[in-house]
């Protein structure tokens, strides 16, 4: 590690380790505070303190009934229920843009190994090098060192969030693509409300559309290429940005007729 003639730890080292730890991509959800567990914890509470975690829907058992045999396929009902995940992710949509974010992972992975290795050899050198040249010209170059491996990570981090970004804005995309699709099945069922399946406590699988407008949605959308351009150096993919989780509530699809 190069250190400052004061013996102060530079930031190259970090910046290089840090490297290796920006290209893990998936698909964006809705972001929510996590705990890192750097620091002092959340609100001030020591560890072994905290609260039990409220569960989620993925610890608790299935909430669809399944359907009876003597049950219609197609209940009318004014309240279905969707499960928005899947929706997306099962979708040839949804295909896509994983199927492209794996490919920019692998690339930017690539590129940061690349980057740590030429690093690392250009810190080798100038530690070797620190005997034969003059303390004042030696602090000179490992600060400047130090600058750039910090801008690298820096830039290295952002194309990462370009990525991210563009996944976020195609995500938003296929849901305002998809609500007057849903709007349509609504009114097939006589639905005026469709609720995420995963937050309700117990339901009928046959009041569930999202096989339904999953295959209304592939027929008429397909898997939406193009729509949100991947432009590298802008972090929404050149689309607005908007909750990418789900549908803003202005874009409400119409109430079937009474």
Do not use: H
Not at 15 to 34: D, K, R
Not at 114 to 119: D, F, I, Y
Not at 120 to 140: G, H, I, V, Y
Not at 176 to 186: D, F, Q
Request: glycine letters at 8%; charged letters at 25%; aromatic letters at 4%.
């Amino acid at each position: 590690m190069l250190r400052r003639g004061s013996g102060r730890n530079f930031g190259a080292g970090l910046a290089i380790a840090g490297l290796a730890l920006v290209a893990c991509l998936t698909v964006p959800l809705p972001a929510v505070a996590q705990d890192d567990g750097v620091g002092p914890p959340i609100g001030g509470v020591e560890p072994g303190q905290q609260p039990a975690p409220p569960a989620t829907s993925a610890d608790l058992p299935a909430s669809t009934i399944p359907a009876s045999p003597g049950d219609q396929p197609d209940v009318q009902s004014e309240i279905v229920t969707i499960d928005q995940e899947m929706l997306f992710t099962n979708s040839i949509w949804g295909k896509r843009t994983q199927a492209r974010l794996d490919e920019e992972g692998q690339r930017l992975e690539a590129e940061n190994e690349r980057l740590v290795t030429q690093l690392s050899n250009e810190e080798a050198q100038l530690t070797e090098e620190r005997a034969t040249l003059d303390p004042a010209e030696f602090r000179r170059r490992a600060e400047a060192f130090d600058v750039r491996a910090t801008q690298v990570r820096r830039e290295r981090l952002q194309a990462v969030q370009d990525v991210n970004g563009w996944a976020a804005a195609d995500r938003a995309a296929f849901y305002r693509a998809a609500l007057p699709l849903m709007g349509e099945v609504m009114r097939e069922r006589g639905a005026v409300a469709v609720l995420d399946r995963r937050t309700v406590f117990v339901s009928l699988e046959a009041i569930d559309i999202t096989n339904d407008l999953a295959a209304l949605l592939d027929e008429r959308l397909g898997d939406g290429d193009g729509v949100v351009p991947f432009v590298p150096g802008q972090s929404n993919g050149g689309a607005p940005t908007e909750d990418a989780g789900a549908p803003s509530p202005e874009m409400v699809p119409e109430q079937p007729e009474q």
